[in-house]
């Protein structure tokens, strides 16, 4: 099996910076695309960010310009640079990945438990 665990969250207040991790375990022949997503209470989960393995990014709106998303394809790992936050990005943030499984060919998709971040005015 698969496992993504996620670090990084917690309380911080307004113009702060937060960095997230997510680092897959296990039966891993490769990832595809890893990814950030978030969940605020009572919301939809969306899009924060996502990157391939190749590197190609793909980033929401609302955090163009504060957020950076990278990955360590050695070690299986993405990360998410959070800056500037406002009290908007609260919510549970979750890891996503696209995992090609050892053995096989298929994708399957992975997500991680969750960790919060709160930003306070």
């Known amino acids: 099996q698969v496992q993504l665990v996620e670090s990084g969250g917690g309380a911080v207040q307004a113009g702060g910076s937060l960095r997230l991790s997510c680092a897959a375990s296990g039966n891993i022949r490769s990832i595809n695309v890893m990814g950030w997503y978030r969940q605020a209470p009572g919301k939809q989960r969306d899009l924060v960010a996502t990157?391939?393995?190749?590197?190609?990014?793909n980033y929401a709106d609302s955090v163009k310009g504060r957020f950076t998303i990278s990955r360590d394809n050695a070690k299986n790992t993405v990360y998410l640079q959070m800056n500037s936050l406002n009290p908007e990005d609260t919510a549970v943030y979750y890891c996503?990945?696209?995992?090609?499984?050892?053995?096989?060919?298929?994708?399957?998709?992975?997500w991680g438990q969750g960790t919060q971040v709160t930003v306070s005015s």
């Open positions: 990157i391939t393995n190749r590197g190609t990014i």
């Open positions: 996503n990945a696209d995992v090609i499984r050892i053995p096989g060919t298929s994708l399957f998709d992975y």
